[in-house]
């Protein structure tokens, strides 16, 4: 009974409780109704042989009559125990209805309680429903407490997030006032100190601003403002990315012919992204290669390098922004580790999905999906 009870909805329960309330009045009511009724037929018989009795005696033995009949005495009792009953089981019902409001509101109010601590900002508080409670305010307390979760995790992310730019940004500034404090401190710098010091400044200001850049780019992408979309022939853009790369020479392997609707600007990015971080680990004379295939309808660009690769477990975290895979966390040649979290939300943007396995040159390859993708049709005829 209990378990059947727990799996009442809060409608079910409201609506038996309620039935069982009115069923409960009524049957008072006829009760009570009908024990008077019955109490009140014993007494009309009673009437009823006396009058036959009075009938039989001579006249002028009979006393005075009944100002009121057997029967309208009846009805009058029986009106009076009515309104009586009826109205002690009105009390009843209303104060039963209360009482059965008040439970069910109890959770509710509980659940207000932990709201308004949230509001207030502490995310800690969670919902607790009990096995007792209805099935829909169990589902409520579920739904939100995990919205709870994902707001606790995304503001731990955010704090993490601003506390590494801090730290990025940071660094570069502290060499470059570390470089100036000493260039001050001599009365007649040579020429060579001066550009040795203007060298380093201008290094770390690319860096800081490389990282602003990112930066940049990862707000633009977080407002969630949608791709301008156009048709790009996949192979020569490729192409032309790879030719255009500025750290070295990048092996064009097969390209899949055709057209895909993308944002060429943002997709350029994610690929120069990827060949500049494949470029990095693999080194000055390390080999990197470009390539892309299809599956089903979908864009498979692939970029392999022969550097050290990635461990396993670490090949989800290499998406995560600032993460480097380097324990040492060298940033030059780790970079800032924004690179491949901007890669995933292009992709994502666009519907896609990006992940790292190893390569066949030994190293790491990265592979994002980009749906959409429409092949070239080849021209099988005899004069082609």
């Given at each position: 009974m209990r378990s059947a009870w727990a799996r009442l909805g809060l409608r079910g329960r409201l609506a038996l409780s309620i039935g069982t309330i009115v069923v409960l009045a009524f049957a008072i009511v006829f009760v009570a109704v009908r024990a008077q009724m019955s109490n009140e037929s014993a007494v009309i018989k009673r009437e009823?042989?006396?009058?036959?009795?009075?009938?039989?005696?001579?006249?002028?033995?009979?006393?005075?009559?009944?100002?009121?009949?057997?029967?309208?005495?009846?009805?009058?009792?029986?009106?009076?125990?009515?309104?009586?009953?009826?109205?002690?089981?009105?009390?009843?019902?209303?104060?039963?209805?209360?009482?059965?409001?008040a439970r069910t509101a109890s959770p509710l109010r509980r659940f207000a309680a932990t709201a308004a601590k949230v509001d207030a900002g502490d995310l800690a508080p969670r919902l607790e429903a009990s096995a007792a409670d209805a099935a829909e305010l169990r589902t409520l307390a579920e739904a939100f407490n995990h919205m709870l979760d994902r707001l606790d995790r995304a503001f731990a992310r955010q704090r993490q997030f601003v506390s590494d730019a801090s730290h990025e940004l940071r660094s570069p500034l502290t060499a470059i006032r570390g470089q100036l404090e000493v260039l001050a401190r001599k009365e007649s710098p040579s020429a060579e100190e001066i550009r040795r010091v203007e060298a380093l400044t201008m290094t770390e200001m690319r860096r800081v601003e490389r990282l602003v850049d990112d930066l940049l780019a990862l707000a633009r992408l977080d407002e969630g403002v949608a791709p301008a979309l156009r048709e790009v022939e996949s192979a020569s853009f490729l192409r032309g990315l790879a030719d255009g790369a500025p750290d070295g020479p990048i092996v064009v392997g097969e390209l899949a012919a055709g057209s895909i609707r993308i944002d060429p600007d943002l997709v350029a990015q994610v690929v120069r992204n990827l060949l500049s971080n494949s470029r990095r680990h693999a080194g000055p004379g390390g080999?990197?290669?470009?390539?892309?295939?299809?599956?089903s309808d979908s864009l498979v660009v692939i970029v392999d390098d022969d550097g050290p690769g990635i461990?396993?477990?670490?090949?989800?975290?290499?998406?995560?922004?600032?993460?480097?895979?380097?324990?040492?966390?060298?940033?030059?040649?780790?970079?800032?580790?924004?690179?491949?979290?901007?890669?995933?939300?292009?992709?994502?943007?666009?519907?896609?999905?990006?992940?790292?396995?190893?390569?066949?040159?030994?190293?790491?390859r990265v592979s994002f999906r980009l749906p959409g993708f429409r092949p070239t049709m080849r021209d099988l005829s005899p004069n082609a």
């Open positions: 009823e042989a006396r009058e036959e009795a009075r009938a039989e005696a001579p006249v002028g033995e009979s006393g005075e009559g009944s100002s009121l009949s057997p029967i309208e005495d009846a009805q009058s009792d029986v009106e009076q125990t009515f309104l009586v009953v009826g109205a002690a089981a009105l009390v009843a019902a209303l104060l039963a209805g209360y009482l059965l409001a080999g990197v290669a470009l390539s892309a295939g299809t599956d461990p396993p477990e670490q090949r989800e975290r290499v998406f995560d922004r600032f993460h480097r895979s380097e324990s040492s966390r060298n940033r030059a040649s780790g970079g800032s580790g924004l690179g491949l979290g901007i890669a995933r939300s292009i992709v994502e943007q666009h519907g896609g999905r990006i992940w790292v396995e190893g390569s066949p040159l030994g190293g790491a």
